[in-house]
T-cell receptor, first 112, second 110 residues
Framework: TQLLEQSPQFLSIQEGENLTVYCNSSSVFSSLQWYRQEPGEGPVLLVTVVTGGEVKKLKRLTFQFGDARKDSSLHITAAQPGDTGLYLCAGAKAYNTDKLIFGTGTRLQVFP | DTAVSQTPKYLVTQMGNDKSIKCEQNLGHDTMYWYKQDSKKFLKIMFSYNNKELIINETVPNRFSPKSPDKAHLNLHINSLELGDSAVYFC?????????FGPGTRLLVL
């Protein structure tokens, strides 16, 4: 299967700490996306990475796509309570970019 | 100015009933989707429509029937509801590779 495994599954940290979330697969993806979902809402796209080795920064969030395009990471610097939510990675295959395969999710709780 | 909207937001019903969930997007996108998110928050695609035509149909029981009357609407009808159908159902639309999700419909089958 083309499963995207995320780790850790749960993460509870204090405000100001740094953290990294991993998204791993045995499959190659043409692109990989990260979404954040807040309670009671739908996922919202944070970033799309398309090139192996690509690094993208969004304020305190740094996203990296693995060289082999099988894995990705999300690093948050100086986490804030507003970062709390469910983080989902999602991969797309070149032959079917309409079909996103979502990861297993990481639930992040940042305490003030 | 809601981008992707779904109704109802909550749906509580008895096993065996038939129910529908409606979705509308005002983004002008050609492609729309239905996803199911289970209690462990795993999000899985069910169907995808492009310009009213079905293009993705995952392994979903045929009790689930999507209908797209026009490219701005994608409804989901579920027959003979079962306990295992309890989940959050998300509608989404997409432009290029970005998907825009609705707020979800929380379905509870008793």
């Amino acid at each position: 299967t083309q499963l995207l495994e995320q780790s850790p599954q749960f993460l509870s940290i204090q405000e100001g700490e740094n953290l990294t979330v991993y998204c791993n697969s045995s499959s190659v993806f043409s692109s990989l996306q990260w979404y954040r979902q807040e309670p009671g809402e739908g996922p919202v796209l944070l970033v799309t990475v398309v090139t192996g080795g690509e690094v993208k920064k969004l304020k305190r969030l740094t996203f990296q796509f693995g060289d082999a395009r099988k894995d990705s990471s999300l690093h948050i610097t100086a986490a804030q309570p507003g970062d709390t939510g469910l983080y989902l990675c999602a991969g797309a295959k070149a032959y079917n970019t309409d079909k996103l395969i979502f990861g297993t999710g990481t639930r992040l709780q940042v305490f003030p | 100015d809601t981008a992707v909207s779904q109704t109802p937001k909550y749906l509580v019903t008895q096993m065996g009933n038939d129910k529908s969930i409606k979705c509308e997007q005002n983004l002008g996108h050609d492609t729309m989707y239905w996803y199911k998110q289970d209690s462990k928050k795993f999000l899985k695609i069910m169907f995808s429509y492009n310009n009213k035509e079905l293009i993705i149909n995952e392994t979903v029981p045929n009790r689930f029937s999507p209908k797209s009357p026009d490219k701005a609407h994608l409804n989901l009808h579920i027959n003979s509801l079962e306990l295992g159908d309890s989940a959050v159902y998300f509608c989404a639309s997409s432009y290029e590779e970005t998907q825009y999700f609705g707020p979800g419909t929380r379905l509870l089958v008793l």
